[in-house]
T-cell receptor, first 115, second 111 residues
Framework: GDSVTQMEGPVTLSEEAFLTINCTYT??????LFWYVQYPGEGLQLLLK?????DKGSNKGFEATYRKETTSFHLEKGSVQVSDSAVYFC??????????????FGQGTILTVHP | SQTIHQWPATLVQPVGSPLSLECTVE??????LYWYRQAAGRGLQLLFY??????ISSEVPQNLSASRPQDRQFILSSKKLLLSDSGFYLC??????????FGEGSWLTVV
């Protein structure tokens, strides 16, 4: 079945540092890939997505590129802020030709950014 | 634009009591609807999904049930809560086969 493997955390950075959170996946067909962010005590928010190979999703300074050859979707940000402290989830959506899609999540990576 | 709301945001219930969490979506029609649970350790587990009124699929056998009485309404229920039902419950919606969007979540503590 489908699976997503995320970089183990927690990740602790100083403000303005460069961020990379690794994500690799295993799936049949052509899944869509997502990064969701969860701030403390809140639900999940869609951060960015990519629906086909070589697509780059970007939002709020974060970006990730859908790499089919390495089955990866690593999240990057050039300069993190304290407000980026949250849990980040990589996920894939494999509708498999059906009318519904079920997300497969990675285990989540806790990011803490210090001033 | 589409919005999703779920309530209550938090609740504390005794073991053996019933549960009802409600979720509604606005600004779309015939959405797919989902219930997820996030237990300690951050993992997200799909509990139920629905592709239409009255159509419910269960992913994990458990003490919970779901219903969809109206197109944009999704309800998570239990007749008798267990301690292990504690967690953070998330409702979500999507257009058919498309990006899934989550609600604000409901914290359930069973005591």
């Amino acid at each position: 079945g489908d699976s997503v493997t995320q970089m183990e955390g927690p990740v602790t950075l100083s403000e303005e540092a460069f961020l990379t959170i690794n994500c690799t996946y295993t799936a049949t067909g052509y899944p869509s890939l997502f990064w969701y962010v969860q701030y403390p005590g809140e639900g999940l928010q869609l951060l960015l997505k990519a629906t086909k190979a070589d697509d780059k999703g970007s939002n709020k300074g974060f970006e990730a590129t859908y790499r089919k050859e390495t089955t990866s979707f690593h999240l990057e940000k050039g300069s993190v802020q304290v407000s980026d402290s949250a849990v980040y989830f990589c996920a894939l959506l494999n509708a498999g030709g059906t009318s519904y899609g079920k997300l497969t999540f990675g285990q989540g990576t806790i990011l803490t950014v210090h001033p | 634009s589409q919005t999703i709301h779920q309530w209550p945001a938090t609740l504390v219930q005794p073991v053996g009591s019933p549960l009802s969490l409600e979720c509604t979506v606005e600004g779309t029609s015939n959405p797919n609807l989902y219930w997820y649970r996030q237990a300690a350790g951050r993992g997200l587990q799909l509990l139920f999904y629905s592709v239409g009124i009255g159509q419910i699929s269960s992913e994990v056998p458990q003490n919970l049930s779901a219903s969809r009485p109206q197109d944009r309404q999704f309800i998570l229920s239990s007749k008798k809560l267990l301690l292990s039902d504690s967690g953070f419950y998330l409702c979500a919606w999507s257009a058919k086969g498309n990006t899934i969007y989550f609600g604000e979540g409901s914290w359930l503590t069973v005591v």
